[in-house]
């Protein structure tokens, strides 16, 4: 009983003491905790965690998993969920239904689907994609709200787009590899940080948004922004076009980059530019 005691005490100490961090979850094990995902198509209807326990394969032409509440988070638990795209078309990995918020989705693989490895409506907002590994869908990451994340992600042959974020998110810390027609697609006040963009058309575009600390390179283009964006710190090279072509007001800062084409209004300074 004592025994029992001092564990309690010790368990209190710790939460106590240790301060929550962004990265800090529980990991769902045993049937403990949260909910279990053992078979695709699934809605989810309640807030809370959803877990994978093995791979799954949706064979149906439906979304593997669809999302109809807010404050759900789902756990790949590090398995994969993959598609069969012969099924049909619109059938996404993970779908989040229009109007909800507060949605994570993380650690593991989406793959072969018909439509979009995860996909949220136009007006979900604090969708977050952590440490998702994504691969031959139309879109692999398609959050066109606002105020949305996408880290430490990987998204391999997007048909149309790698990934694909709406006003005021944050690509960061993600790997494109033949993202379609633009790897990393951001909407005004939207920021791409630490990404590693290739063999897409477009590597990284953007209108009104911040592309800084990124690597460019084996695109058409490399990184294509229309107006009033930031640009720095970022590394384009060995792409067919211009490393980097901005529009009007655009400012450009400390760059290495073969090729560089702005609008006159444009502010440039600090960039190594080759040929």
């Given at each position: 009983m004592k025994r029992v005691a001092g564990l309690m005490a010790l368990l209190i100490l710790v939460l106590t003491v240790t301060p929550a961090t962004a990265d800090f979850y529980v990991i769902a094990g045993g049937g403990r905790l949260g909910t279990a995902i053992t078979t695709v198509p699934v809605p989810i209807t309640s807030p809370g965690l959803y877990y994978l326990t093995?791979?799954?394969?949706?064979s149906a032409n439906a979304n593997a998993?669809?999302?109809?509440?807010?404050?759900?988070?789902?756990?790949?638990?590090?398995?994969?969920?993959?598609?069969?795209?012969?099924?049909?078309?619109?059938?996404?990995?993970?779908?989040?239904?229009?109007?909800?918020?507060?949605v994570e989705i993380?650690?593991?693989?989406?793959?072969?689907?018909?439509?979009?490895?995860?996909?949220?409506?136009?007006?979900?907002?604090?969708?977050?994609?952590?440490?998702v590994r994504v691969r031959e869908t139309v879109i692999g990451i398609d959050l066109p709200g606002s105020g949305n994340l996408v880290m430490d992600c990987t998204v391999i042959k997007g048909a149309?787009?790698?990934?694909?974020?709406?006003?005021?998110?944050?690509?960061?810390?993600?790997?494109?590899?033949?993202?379609?027609?633009?790897?990393?697609?951001?909407?005004?006040?939207?920021?791409?940080?630490?990404?590693?963009?290739?063999?897409?058309?477009?590597?990284?575009?953007?209108?009104?948004?911040?592309?800084?600390?990124?690597?460019?390179?084996?695109?058409n283009w490399g990184i294509f922004c229309l107006s009033?964006?930031?640009?720095?710190?970022?590394?384009a090279f060995n792409n067919n076009g211009a490393g980097i072509s901005a529009d009007t007001y655009c400012t450009?800062?400390?760059?290495?980059?073969?090729?560089?084409?702005?609008d006159p209004t444009c502010t440039l300074a600090d960039n190594t530019v080759t040929p």
């Amino acid at each position: 009983m004592k025994r029992v005691a001092g564990l309690m005490a010790l368990l209190i100490l710790v939460l106590t003491v240790t301060p929550a961090t962004a990265d800090f979850y529980v990991i769902a094990g045993g049937g403990r905790l949260g909910t279990a995902i053992t078979t695709v198509p699934v809605p989810i209807t309640s807030p809370g965690l959803y877990y994978l326990t093995k791979n799954l394969t949706c064979s149906a032409n439906a979304n593997a998993i669809t999302v109809h509440a807010d404050d759900v988070t789902i756990d790949l638990n590090g398995f994969c969920i993959t598609g069969s795209k012969e099924s049909g078309v619109g059938n996404n990995g993970i779908a989040v239904a229009a109007g909800h918020t507060n949605v994570e989705i993380r650690n593991g693989s989406i793959k072969a689907f018909g439509k979009d490895g995860i996909q949220a409506g136009e007006d979900c907002t604090g969708i977050r994609v952590v440490g998702v590994r994504v691969r031959e869908t139309v879109i692999g990451i398609d959050l066109p709200g606002s105020g949305n994340l996408v880290m430490d992600c990987t998204v391999i042959k997007g048909a149309d787009n790698g990934i694909l974020v709406g006003n005021s998110s944050l690509v960061k810390g993600c790997q494109v590899v033949s993202g379609g027609l633009v790897g990393i697609s951001l909407l005004k006040g939207s920021t791409a940080m630490g990404n590693t963009v290739t063999g897409s058309f477009v590597g990284i575009g953007g209108e009104g948004s911040m592309v800084t600390d990124n690597t460019v390179s084996g695109n058409n283009w490399g990184i294509f922004c229309l107006s009033k964006c930031t640009i720095t710190r970022n590394t384009a090279f060995n792409n067919n076009g211009a490393g980097i072509s901005a529009d009007t007001y655009c400012t450009i800062t400390n760059n290495t980059t073969s090729g560089l084409k702005s609008d006159p209004t444009c502010t440039l300074a600090d960039n190594t530019v080759t040929p």
